[in-house]
Nanobody
């Protein structure tokens, strides 16, 4: 059994920052997983936000809408992935989900929902104007 538990969401004002965390536990080898963050706003499809390779570092990918404002990172010793969100905008309001993609992948990062095997329950982020 694999668990991904997100935390750090909340209600903030436009321009504020938040840091989301996602802790992995159970039958998962975290350091061998590509990790990703997705979000889903009311009435919209779940969309890609960011992804980070197994080793982290410079192997990251971002949606154009968050590039330059959000930063994904990971700590393999803590089985945790983070999403630092700066300069938040009302359009960033959504439920944020972390996801894990275990096993070999040709690409170091993954941007498609269907590539991910495990998902967390999500954490709400609300940005007021």
């Amino acid at each position: 059994q694999v668990q991904l538990v997100e935390s750090g969401g909340g209600l903030v004002q436009a321009g504020d920052s938040l840091r989301l965390s996602c802790a992995a536990s159970g039958r998962i080898s975290f350091s061998t997983c590509v990790m990703g963050w997705f979000r889903q706003a009311p009435g919209k499809e779940r969309e890609f936000v960011a992804s980070i390779s197994r080793s982290g570092g410079s192997s990251t990918a971002y949606a154009d809408s968050v590039k330059g404002r959000f930063t994904i990172s990971r700590d393999n010793a803590k089985n945790t992935v983070y999403l630092q969100m700066n300069s938040l905008k009302p359009e960033d309001t959504a439920v944020y989900y972390c996801a894990a993609r275990p096993g070999y992948t040709l690409d170091p990062v993954q941007t498609k929902r269907e590539e991910y095997t495990y998902w967390g329950q999500g954490t709400q982020v609300t940005v007021s104007s």
